[in-house]
């Protein structure tokens, strides 16, 4: 099942709507999708290595278009749901010193969530819902996507052909590891 699984992938990394496919991901992981893009980056990359860096500025792309609509959701939805709530509870002052130290911290926040396994869409929600400047999380999400995506393309265009013999002979291994990483992201998220 897992090498029917990943013989999928490799069809669909070298498929002529491949790049659209990765635009898709890419944006909706940035607000609502739990599954990052790095699942057809990877593949892709693997498939047409002279492609890196087009697949990598599209992913980056796609990305931070996809985090201005988590933030948008996050200042939306704040605005009309959750605000009114904790004024009728007292509690919008505790809001209100919540959103001053998130954003004390927000580049690094940003930063952080941008490229490591952690959730972005999470950050791209907060930062709208206490409304970071725009222009400090367009910045920062920019600058943590880039180096994501360009350093996995960068590492797979010099290293495609043994990466890629290491995940076919070790396929099943492969697959445990991302799945323990991407469940490991989602505890940390949970109980942190």
Known sequence: MI???????????DHPRALWALALV????????????????????????SRAWLIAT????????GGLLGYAIG???????GQPILAAMGKADAMAEFNTR?????FWAVLTAGITPFPYKVITIMSGWTGMPL???????ILARALRFFIVAGLLRAFGEPVRDFIENR?????TAFVAIL???FLLVRYL
């Open 3 to 13: 090498q029917s699984l990943y013989d999928w992938t490799m069809r669909l990394a």
């Open 26 to 49: 890419a944006f909706i992981e940035s607000s609502v999708f739990p599954i990052p893009p790095d699942v057809l980056m990877i593949p892709m990359i693997l498939a047409r290595p």
């Open 58 to 65: 599209v992913a980056l792309v796609a990305s931070v278009l």
């Open 75 to 81: 200042a939306l939805a704040f605005e009309t749901i």
């Open 102 to 106: 998130f954003n004390d911290f927000g």
């Open 135 to 141: 222009a400090t999380f367009v910045a920062t999400s």
């Open 171 to 175: 396929l099943g291994l492969v697959f």
């Open 183 to 185: 469940i490991g992201g």
